[in-house]
């Protein structure tokens, strides 16, 4: 197998993860250096390193005690990237259903993920994820 296969599959792990929820399996992904960047100007936005992502990870997710479930539309690998466009579907605790649609940029190396880029309607993060609150 490849590598760009290779790290499709990774990816696919990664993203089997995020469905159940399990906080701890996504942090084990990242390399010790790795980061994951929330783009956009919300209250969470930024760049985040393996521990703060262990703990971040946790907290998002908890803001959907029945699940997010991500679907995975298109997958495109070359090299050490792995390109993904997603959407979600999943209620928040606020009540207020939560469908987004996403694009990853993965990058991998030597089996651990090094840096995961989001890009996702930052309007509707800040209007469910934030109840309405800005930067």
């Not at 959407?87 to 993965?106: C, E, I, K």
Request: aromatic share 8%; charged share 20%.
């Amino acid at each position: 197998m490849n590598t760009a296969e290779q790290n499709k599959r990774l990816t696919l792990a990664f993203f089997a993860a995020m469905q159940r929820g399990d906080a701890e399996a996504i942090a084990n992904t990242y390399a010790d250096t790795g980061r994951v960047v929330t783009m956009g100007n919300t209250l969470i936005s930024g760049s985040r390193g393996k521990e703060e992502i262990r703990q971040f990870a946790g907290g998002v997710l908890e803001a959907f005690p029945a699940g997010l479930e991500f679907t995975i539309l298109n997958m495109t690998a070359e090299e050490d990237r792995v390109a993904v466009e997603a959407a979600s579907d999943g209620l928040h605790v606020s009540g207020q259903p939560y469908r987004n649609h996403y694009h990853f940029l993965l990058t991998w190396q030597d089996g651990q993920l090094l840096e995961m880029k989001e890009y996702m309607d930052t309007e509707l993060v800040t209007d469910v994820l934030c109840g309405g609150a800005r930067p």
